[in-house]
T-cell receptor, first 111, second 112 residues
Framework: DAGITQSPRHKVTETGTPVTLRCHQT?????MYWYRQDPGHGLRLIHY???????DKGEVSDGYSVSRSKTEDFLLTLESATSSQTSVYFC??????????FGSGTQLSVL | GENVEQHPSTLSVQEGDSAVIKCTYS??????FPWYKQELGKRPQLIID?????GEKKDQRIAVTLNKTAKHFSLHITETQPEDSAVYFC???????????FGTGTQLKVEL
């Protein structure tokens, strides 16, 4: 969808280990977003970026950090994974007040 | 932060009937309201959106209505078909248009 690639697609890790998820876009969109999706909660915003090196927190940012060193790439890092971070993670790109395009998602399991 | 409430959480209709999903929001400055459809195991995809300068928008069997005064908007699907079965999310741009906040979703099931 709109040239958005998430990697990995699936990951199983252990509690306490660091994890990095990658989102890569080819659309030159200024804004990039990381959401997590859990049953009963819909899609909740973790962090977003409005330009290279410009990021801000969403509603569920605790335990997560992000970095954007290039327009194309937005990284989400779990410094020390916990079981509560088991979820499906979606990256999205777009412009303010316009359609967002979503990646295929990453299924993360923290055991 | 922005509060987006969506109802109902589940909706079951007979094929050919209409389905209506409602959302309310709190940020009076919001002016763009998209609806996303998510099939099982897939990514969310935009199906229709509306801006605050219009009250209704239609696209074939789907329509969205907006009441800015009351701060609510609704998705209407007519002549439902089995392929309409999915989870539907409303969303609102907040934070000056920077952040897209989603409702909690409606599981729509269209029964034969």
């Amino acid at each position: 969808d709109a040239g958005i690639t998430q990697s990995p697609r699936h990951k199983v890790t252990e509690t306490g280990t660091p994890v990095t998820l990658r989102c890569h876009q080819t659309e030159n969109h200024r804004y990039m977003y990381w959401y997590r999706q859990d049953p009963g909660h819909g899609l909740r915003l973790i962090h977003y970026s409005y330009g290279v090196k410009d990021t801000d927190k969403g509603e569920v940012s605790d335990g997560y950090s992000v970095s954007r060193s290039k327009t194309e790439d937005f990284l989400l890092t779990l410094e020390s994974a916990t079981s509560s971070q088991t979820s499906v993670y979606f990256c999205a790109t777009g412009q303010p007040n316009e359609k967002l395009f979503f990646g295929s998602g990453t299924q993360l399991s923290v055991l | 932060g922005e509060n987006v409430e969506q109802h109902p959480s589940t909706l079951s209709v007979q094929e050919g009937d209409s389905a209506v999903i409602k959302c309310t929001y709190s940020d009076s400055a919001s002016n763009y309201f998209p609806w996303y459809k998510q099939e099982l195991g897939k990514r969310p995809q935009l199906i229709i959106d509306i801006r605050s300068n219009v009250g209704e928008k239609k696209d074939q069997r789907i329509a969205v209505t907006l009441n800015k005064t009351a701060k609510h908007f609704s998705l209407h699907i007519t002549e439902t078909q089995p392929e309409d079965s999915a989870v539907y999310f409303c969303a609102v741009f907040t934070g000056g248009g920077n952040k897209l906040t989603f409702g909690t979703g409606t599981q729509l099931k269209v029964e034969l």
